[in-house]
């Protein structure tokens, strides 16, 4: 079973790249922006005449929240032109999609977890990028699982859990939001549960499970939490102060509430999620 990832030096891209070697069942092909810029369709085309893939994980993104407040142009280009060009050239070579896209398409008002049902209503240009370009996927290829995520960290590229690692590093005091409430999401368990999804499509080979999902990592916290079990974790003494939103304002409005209800990944595929603390230890262990 041939898999082609794009975006492969991201972050999750990466994650894919460590989960990888346990999956003997499955052929990897990873695609960096280099090797593959999803937003030339030319380009689409000859990856995907050269290596047939059965499945196509699009990790690519941008992914810049705040500087795409001023840079839309590129970020429509690569959420919604880009992810429109997968799904073309997934429809043409009868290859299963799976797109990542995020709770940045909720407004935040809501005070229970999230379900996929649930009406989407970005409040920045990137998640109203993200949410076109879930819509251009379903309005072009049918055999797609679009898989929104939350607060994504790891090892790999540039995350949260990083800068408040570098920031420890720099300063004795760090201030953090208190009332962005949301469910970090450790992209190696991201990444497998996006092979798992692979394995049993291959399996049942039903059409019933298309469709969106929702990951993360069970539980919530604000990024304030967050950023408190980090230095735990890492026995890092700091002085952490926790903030509100209004005093450090940022170019796109996040939503003040985005956790994801994950029922219908879990009984479709079967899947157990570990709490986001747990996640954190495991991987910093
Ligand atoms: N990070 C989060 O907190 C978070 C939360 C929710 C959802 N998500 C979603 O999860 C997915 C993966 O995110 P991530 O954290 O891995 O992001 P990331 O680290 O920013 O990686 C995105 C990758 O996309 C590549 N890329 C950008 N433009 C491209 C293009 N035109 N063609 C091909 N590749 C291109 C980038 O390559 P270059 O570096 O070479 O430009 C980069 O390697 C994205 O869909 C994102 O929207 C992320």
Known sequence: MVVLV?????????????????YKEVQFIFCASADLDITD???????FEKHQPHYCINTAAYTAVDKAETEPEKAYAINVIGAKNIAEVCKEYNTV???ISTDFVFDGTKNTPYKESDLPNPTGVYGKTKLEGEQAIEQT????YIVRTSWVYSPFGHNFMKTMLRLASERDTISVVNDQIGTPTHAVDLANVLVQIILADNRQSTTDNFGIYHFSNEGQCSWYDFAKKIFEINK??????????ASFPTPAK???????????????FGIYIQKWEESLVKYNS
């Open 41 to 47: 369709m030319l380009q689409c085309k000859s990856v």
């Open 254 to 268: 996040r939503p003040s509430y985005s956790v994801l209800e994950k029922s219908k990944i879990k009984a479709k």
């Open 141 to 144: 290829w049918e055999k797609h």
């Open 6 to 22: 794009t975006g492969s030096s991201g972050q999750l891209g990466q994650s894919l790249q460590y989960v990888a070697p346990k």
């Open 97 to 99: 999609l799976l797109h």
């Open 236 to 245: 890092i003494s700091i002085n952490l102060q926790s903030i509100p939103t």
